[in-house]
């Protein structure tokens, strides 16, 4: 029969609800009933589709995940307030003493209470005490390990407890509260004081960038789009060794609509058991997630649940999907009393509905070119429509495939060797279940291509210069000091630090005109000088010629107020100032600028900051006599010296806990762009490891259904290794054409959604080659992994019958 048209469709009659459930459950006891072939069929539906939903239960908990984790930290959240409470018996003093070890950023506050009954931060029992500090369980595991010996020197506090759940956004948190004295805040250089923790009057957050919120949008999309189709392509395994039963029920009276439901009756079965091992994964992986982190982010087991109405539209989708998908699938197939006509002349793919899709993907992107996250409303609608183009668009792409393998492999002829022919012929048979085994790393790599563009672009405009210059300094640290003594000893420490190979130390402070016509002190005018050696002198001015004694001036720009750039050679200065900033103008202690001071040209410092006023070196002027000095150290360190900014750091943390030292970078991101990269990269990861286990269980199946003909193949004299690569040629001809009609979907895709931002055309070459190299390894990686069941299923015992 398989030369000949299948039969008419039978007349359908209206079917009852009862009989709809009759013969669904019958359909359910074949699988359990069916013998070891339907156990091993419903086992691998039950493990595609419960794959597939584990990753879909993982999905619907990240709002809720991220919602928990943001709520943790809004409660923890120390902000000050633009008129900080007075100190009493309910107020707290902090200082922010965050640091850095090893690319790995730990928050830290030091606090001291100013009365009896201060607010405490969630998750510890009581404040700590000066010399104590609470510290994170992954804070604590860092200090004990012998990885953390260099980051314990940091620390001169003694440990009394761990910070609980309720103080942590994720078990991964690097976090600690130190005590400290009140005298000790007088060297922190910044402090402020809360009366209570949380944001509670915090305005709302900006809006997201629009591009930004595309990225998200066509992220979930790439991401779950695969995931979808894997649980169509598994509720369709073994359909072969199932329609020959389905003859049987034929055979006893039973009509083919009859035969149509059971069928579906078994994938039903099949993908409820999925849900139930879909469920199982997810618990299993919410409790190793609760353990790892990735890219910086973690979550505990207790964050990761799943959102009510998408874990229900899950627990229906997926068995209504299971029942339409078999019921689809045979249409094409007419089962009748004496054998299935499966292999007859199929008829065309159609090609004008496989086009319509993407076209109409792009009718609804088009509208929103230049126009997407505009001021001009339909903010949500607008996300909608660019999201349901997306999804018709990878849709339209993967549905292009079946059509493409079709055309390509019947043009193939009987030339070429055993494997090739081998593989072309099995192809020109059955070419729809090599597309659709293919059709999940398609629409993956197509996706991914369109994101690759989009977060190129999204990451150069996002990207900014920081004016930063870290080939002439790698490090820049503000030291809080009272006086210049204090300067002077604090550079020093820098200079012997282990590390260190070069120290440009700069001291600034403010002085005063002495000839002034005002007696309010805050209207008499000022001009800044730094202190500084002549080597520091020539990062921040432009001087040809310096040796010890000399002074420079810079002028000060037309903004700075009148009476600005009063210093000239030979003028008189007031060093004499109040504790509160404001010039003393009955104390005064003067200073004559040099009649040899010479003027000069500023220049950008390492730190991407520009100086103007007086710039003298120590001979000229002591560094001693500046009432209220600030100290800049910008630091040069050893190459040779692996850890040399932990021990920068660990010297900061000696003259002041709450010391930032910054680590000199030309372009700096934002950090919503941090977290989306990392969320669509932990997204990428899971999508990828999916794509690769579905593969392997579609092609284990497509070899179970072939085991007796590889027996007889291999009975009749055909070698092991011609059997295999006809298998790796059956999957390079569709994954090649799958490849080439994803970088097509991908580029149309990537192009609209960059115009729809306004940004110009630019395609990631390098991105490019990656994931299509990423998809041809995938497909590579399953044919290896699926070559040692091929060889057991070429025994003779496969020629076994009943």
């Not at 100086?611 to 150290?633: K, N």
Request: proline content about 6%.
């Amino acid at each position: 029969m398989s030369g000949q048209d299948a039969p008419a469709e039978e007349p359908r009659s209206r079917v009852s609800v009862t009989r709809w459930a009759a013969d669904l459950a019958m359909g359910g006891r074949f699988a359990v009933t069916g013998g070891r072939e339907s156990w091993a069929r419903t086992i691998m539906t039950a493990v595609g589709v419960g794959l597939g939903v584990a990753l879909l239960l993982l999905a619907s908990s990240v709002p809720a995940a991220y919602e928990l984790r943001g709520e943790r930290s809004d409660r923890r959240a120390a902000l000050g307030f633009a008129v900080d409470p007075k100190p009493g018996p309910d107020t707290i003093r902090l200082g922010q003493a965050n640091t850095t070890y090893r690319d790995q950023d730990i928050d830290g506050l030091v606090m001291a209470p100013d009365g009896d009954s201060p607010p405490k931060p969630p998750g510890i029992g009581h404040l700590p005490h000066p010399g104590q500090m609470w510290v994170s369980p992954a804070l604590k595991k860092l200090l004990d390990s012998d990885d953390g010996k260099l980051l314990r020197d940091r620390f001169p506090y003694r440990t009394i407890g761990t910070i609980s759940h309720d103080g942590l956004s994720g078990p991964s948190d690097l976090r600690y509260y130190a005590g400290i004295t009140h005298k000790t805040f007088d060297r922190t250089g910044s402090d402020y004081r809360i009366d209570r923790w949380g944001t509670k009057n915090v305005g709302k957050p900006e809006p997201l960038n629009p591009a930004l919120l595309l990225l998200i949008i066509v992220g979930c999309v790439v991401l779950l789009l695969p995931v979808l189709i894997f649980i169509a392509t598994a509720a369709r395994f073994g359909g072969e060794r199932r329609d020959r039963r389905l003859a049987a029920l034929r055979l006893v009276g039973a009509d083919i609509h009859m035969t149509r439901r059971i069928a579906a009756g078994e994938s039903l079965f099949g993908s409820l058991l999925g849900l139930a091992v879909g469920t199982g994964l997810f618990l299993l992986t919410r409790e190793i997630i609760g353990g790892i982190e990735v890219w910086g982010i973690s979550f505990f087991a207790s964050d990761i649940v799943p959102s009510t109405p998408l874990a229900l539209a899950v627990a229906v989708a997926v068995p209504a999907s299971a029942v339409i998908v078999t019921l689809v699938a045979l249409r094409g197939i007419a089962i009748e009393p004496l054998g299935v006509v499966r292999n007859a002349t199929p008829k065309r793919r159609r090609l004008w509905w496989r086009l319509l899709l993407p076209l109409l993907g792009m009718a609804l992107l088009l509208p929103l070119a230049g126009g997407f996250g505009s001021g001009s409303g339909g903010g949500d609608m607008k996300a909608y429509q660019a999201a349901a183009g997306a999804v018709l668009v990878l849709v339209g792409t993967t549905s292009l495939l079946p059509w493409v393998v079709e055309a390509v492999v019947e043009r193939f002829g009987g030339r070429g060797s055993v494997p090739w022919q081998l593989a072309t012929r099995r192809l020109q048979l059955s070419s729809g279940t090599a597309a659709r085994a293919v059709s999940g790393i398609t629409v993956a790599v197509a996706g991914a291509l369109a994101l690759q563009m989009l977060f190129t672009s999204v990451q150069a405009e996002d990207a900014t210069s920081t004016g930063q210059d870290p080939t002439r300094a790698q490090l820049m640290v503000n030291v809080p000091v009272a006086n210049g003594t204090q300067a002077h000893d604090a550079f020093d420490r820098y200079r012997t630090t282990k590390g260190v190979r070069a120290l440009l130390g700069v001291t600034e402070d403010y002085i005063s005109d002495v000839h002034h016509s005002k007696d309010d002190p805050s209207s008499v005018p000022e001009e800044a000088i730094t202190v500084a050696d002549c080597p520091s002198l020539r990062e921040v001015i432009r001087i040809n010629s310096c040796k010890n004694g000399d002074v420079f001036l810079v002028d000060s720009p037309s903004y700075y107020g009148e009476g600005a750039g009063f210093a000239k050679p030979g003028a008189q200065a007031n060093l004499a100032y109040h504790d509160d900033g404001t010039p003393d103008l009955r104390k005064k202690k003067l200073w004559t600028i040099p009649h040899s001071a010479r003027k000069v040209k500023p220049r950008q410092d390492p730190g991407g900051g520009e100086r103007t006023g007086i710039f003298a070196t120590p001979g000229a002027f002591d560094v001693a006599d500046l009432p209220d000095p600030e100290a800049s150290a910008m630091i040069r360190l050893d190459p040779k010296v692996p850890d040399g900014v932990e021990y920068v750091r660990n010297a900061s943390a000696v003259l002041s806990p709450t010391i930032d030292v910054l680590r000199l970078t030309s372009t700096e991101q934002s950090d919503e762009f941090t977290v989306i990269r990392k969320a669509l990269f932990i997204g990428a990861t899971a999508t990828l490891l999916l794509i690769g286990a579905s593969m392997i269980v579609t092609t284990l199946e497509q070899l179970r259904d072939r085991r007796r003909l590889l027996s007889v193949l291999v009975a009749f004299g055909t070698r092991r290794t011609t059997l295999s690569w006809s298998v790796l040629w059956q999957t390079a001809v569709p994954v090649v054409l799958g490849l080439a009609l994803s970088i097509a979907g991908g580029l149309a895709l990537g192009v609209m959604l960059l115009k729809m931002v306004g940004q110009p055309l630019a395609v990631d070459w390098t991105g490019l080659a990656t994931m299509t190299g990423v998809g041809g390894g995938v497909i590579l990686l399953v044919t290896l992994v699926s070559l040692p069941p091929l060889w057991r299923m070429m025994r003779p015992e496969g020629l076994r019958t009943e």
